[in-house]
Each structure stands twice: as structure tokens, then as C-alpha cells.
């Protein structure tokens, strides 16, 4: 079975961006939801789990086709919170590191990757996410995904998720999308992120 992620912060500590109640619901309901279903699909097809998840999108051809819409769209579920949620600080560090540099490098300033992440951000419809992601070349663009869609399947590698859904952010923002996209800005953990870019940036 595939296991949940564990998060170096509480479910109290991001006060300042969520609420307790609704980072408790997004983590242990809804996130858990969509690996449950997962794992719930996958071991209904005798699936050994050899697969680490990022690699089961690559032998989804390995599943009947009835059953492909169900992992994907689980999969996505569980991934694009995965990558959501790791890339969350309480606390965090804006110390020069080379993902920080790149994103200079294509942006100018953090500032304006903010801005140009933000204009993005607001163009969601309905359900989707803002991602920040690095193509095959190791170059940098700003994407949005509807619904549980993955960066991944456009070829893609998200660095930066930002969950679009309402039930991210409503029951702290009502309907003040710029205002939740804002604060999320203050927390971001570019450390972390700077550790999944270099792995990636290694296999390219
Ligand atoms: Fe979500």
C-alpha cells in the first residue's frame, strides 16, 4: 500500500496561512481520501506496489483500461497534495539557494515571480492548481491544471503546487482567492523545494 506523507509541521503550525480545521480536513480527509481510493483500485487489481507513485503514471498501461481513469485521477489526488503540502514551511528561509537563483534568473526578482504566479493564480476556473514547473531543458514556466490533472502529463516537473480548490481555502478566506494566494506566498518552503529541484535537475 502506498503511505501517507508525513508533514514536518502540525496541523496548528501555518496559523498565519490556514486554520487548524481546514488544513485537518484538506490533510487527514481529503488528501487521505484520494489515497485510499488509490490503494483501494490498485490492490482490487492485485497491484505489488512496486512502483514508487511518480512511476506508476509511467506503466499506467500496465492497468485495464476500465480501471485507468480511477488511479489516475487518485493518483493525481494524491500527488498534486503531496507536493502541496511539502512545499508548506511555518518558518520559512529565503537564504540564497540554486532553485532561489534560477527563478531570479527567469523571473528578474522574486517580486515579479509572484506577480506573474499571481496573474495565473487568479485565471484558475473552478477547480484546478498554479504550478511552477520545469520542463525537459530545465526551464521554468507557470501552468495550470484542472481538477486533480498532473503538470506530469504534459511532460512536465511541478516545483511549486498551489491547491486552487475552495475547500483550501474558504472556511479562512471566503471567497478572497488573492488574499489566500497572497498569504501563501509567506510560505513557501524554497528549502525543500530547492531539494527536490536539484534532484531533478540532475536527471535531466
Ligand atoms: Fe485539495
Avoid: C
Amino acid at each position: 500500500m502506498y503511505k501517507s506523507i508525513q508533514l514536518d509541521y502540525g496541523m496548528g503550525d501555518l496559523g498565519g496561512f490556514l486554520d487548524e480545521k481546514t488544513l485537518d480536513i484538506h490533510f487527514n480527509s481529503l488528501y487521505k481520501g484520494y489515497l485510499n481510493r488509490l490503494n483501494k483500485v490498485l490492490t482490487d487489481n492485485h497491484y505489488d506496489f512496486r512502483y514508487t507513485k511518480e512511476e506508476l503514471l509511467e506503466h499506467i498501461n500496465e492497468f485495464p483500461i476500465k480501471d485507468r481513469d480511477a488511479i489516475l485521477y487518485n493518483l493525481g489526488g494524491v500527488l498534486n497534495h503531496e507536493r502541496y503540502f511539502l512545499g508548506l514551511s511555518p518558518s520559512p528561509s529565503l537564504k540564497e539557494n540554486a532553485f532561489i537563483e534560477k527563478l531570479k534568473e527567469k523571473y528578474g526578482s522574486i517580486d515579479n515571480f509572484k506577480k506573474e504566479f499571481m496573474e495565473k493564480a487568479l485565471i484558475v476556473i473552478g477547480s484546478g492548481y498554479t504550478n511552477l514547473v520545469m520542463d525537459r531543458n530545465g526551464g521554468f514556466n507557470i501552468i495550470n491544471t484542472s481538477n486533480q490533472e498532473l503538470p506530469d502529463f504534459y511532460g512536465f516537473y511541478p516545483l511549486i503546487s498551489l491547491d486552487l480548490w475552495e475547500h483550501a481555502y474558504f472556511l479562512k478566506y471566503y471567497q478572497n482567492k488573492q488574499d489566500y494566494i497572497n498569504n501563501f506566498f509567506n510560505y513557501i518552503n524554497y528549502e525543500a523545494i530547492n531539494t527536490v529541484y536539484e534532484e531533478k535537475t540532475k536527471k535531466l
